[in-house]
Each structure stands twice: as structure tokens, then as C-alpha cells.
């Protein structure tokens, strides 16, 4: 059974961090890219950051240079460290793991940044 087990979120004042975790096990398929979406209610799921195999990544303009992802292949684990948080930032974030078949989500995590 495949289990992407996400967590790491919060609430945090504007400025404050936060280091997101998602752990897949489960998964028999090669894992390509792993990632971070977010959404906020009566909006689309967009990308935050991506990271494939061999490290390269990408991220969303908005958290350039805020956010930082990384990957352990061993443990099959996926990391958002986030600075400087902003208010905008505050969402629900998803876990994405992309194999060979198929591509597989996390159940989200609340991340709230006050002002």
C-alpha cells in the first residue's frame, strides 16, 4: 500500500520558517520527480518546487529564493524548508511523487503564516 506521510505544517509569524517532510513508502515504480504543490480554497493546486532524480530543480517564481527543496533517495523522502514566510504563502500543501506509471499525492498540510 502506497503512503506519502506528510508533515512539518503549521502556524508561523510572517518571517518565521517552516521545514515541510513527505516520506512515500509503498511505492514499487522508480520515482522520478518528487515535489511540493499548494493550494488555497476556490484556487487551482499550483507547483511550489520540484526535484527530480538527479537533483535538478525547479521552483515557482513567488518562493525563489525563499524555499529550498531536497530529497533523500534512500529514504524515499521528500523537504520543503521554507524562510521568510510570507502571509500569501499560507495554504495547504501537497506532497507530489511522480513514478514511471503513475503519480501520487499526499493528503496535505495546513501551513498558516500570520501577520
Known amino acids: 500500500q502506497v503512503q506519502l506521510v506528510e508533515s512539518g505544517g503549521g502556524l508561523v509569524q510572517a518571517g518565521g520558517s517552516l521545514r515541510l517532510s513527505c516520506a512515500a513508502s509503498g511505492i514499487i515504480f522508480r520515482i522520478n520527480a518528487m515535489g511540493w504543490y499548494r493550494q488555497v480554497p476556490g484556487k487551482s493546486r499550483d507547483l511550489v518546487a520540484v526535484?527530480?532524480?538527479?537533483?535538478?530543480?525547479n521552483y515557482a517564481d513567488s518562493v525563489k529564493g525563499r524555499f529550498t527543496i531536497s530529497r533523500d533517495n534512500a529514504k524515499n523522502t521528500v523537504y520543503l524548508q521554507m524562510n521568510s514566510l510570507k502571509p500569501e504563502d499560507t495554504a495547504v500543501f501537497y506532497c507530489?511523487?511522480?513514478?514511471?506509471?503513475?503519480?501520487?499525492w499526499g493528503q496535505g498540510t495546513q501551513v498558516t503564516v500570520s501577520s
Open positions: 507530489n511523487v511522480v513514478t514511471d506509471y503513475r503519480t501520487y
Open positions: 526535484i527530480t532524480g538527479g537533483g535538478s530543480t
